[in-house]
């Protein structure tokens, strides 16, 4: 069956850290593109970064670029996202997902998601 599983979400001070994972079964993370989205109340959800499969080109949103960092670990077959210098608007609930878009902003191009984990970055 395949699933992915996101952890690390929880509270946090603005200017703080934050370290989520996702771990893959049923799926290798290496073969897939693998993105993060967030989806704050009363917004749509929104793509924050990707990882492309295979060669490993990372992506991201301009509002994350700089802070945000996306990685594998393929040895764990888990997508890492660490968050720094995390700002109050950055609070949401963070999906991982898995696919092969060839847009990787799309989000219906992705065909397997996670349950998400939520991230409150208070002020």
């Known amino acids: 069956q395949e699933q992915l599983v996101e952890s690390g979400g929880g509270e946090v001070q603005a200017g703080g850290s934050l370290r989520l994972s996702c771990a893959a079964s049923g799926r290798t993370v290496s073969a897939y593109t693998m993105g993060w989205f967030r989806q704050a109340p009363g917004k749509e959800r929104e793509f924050v970064a990707a990882i492309k499969r295979s060669v490993g080109f990372t992506y991201y949103a301009d509002s994350v670029k700089g802070r945000f960092t996306i990685s594998r670990e393929n040895a764990k077959n888990t997508v890492v996202l660490q968050m720094n210098v995390l700002k109050p608007e950055d609070t949401a609930v963070y999906y991982c997902?898995?696919?092969?878009?060839?847009?990787?902003?799309?989000?219906?191009?992705?065909?397997?998601w996670g349950q998400g984990t939520q991230v409150t970055v208070s002020s």
């Open positions: 997902a898995a696919g092969a878009p060839s847009a990787v902003t799309t989000i219906n191009l992705y065909d397997l």
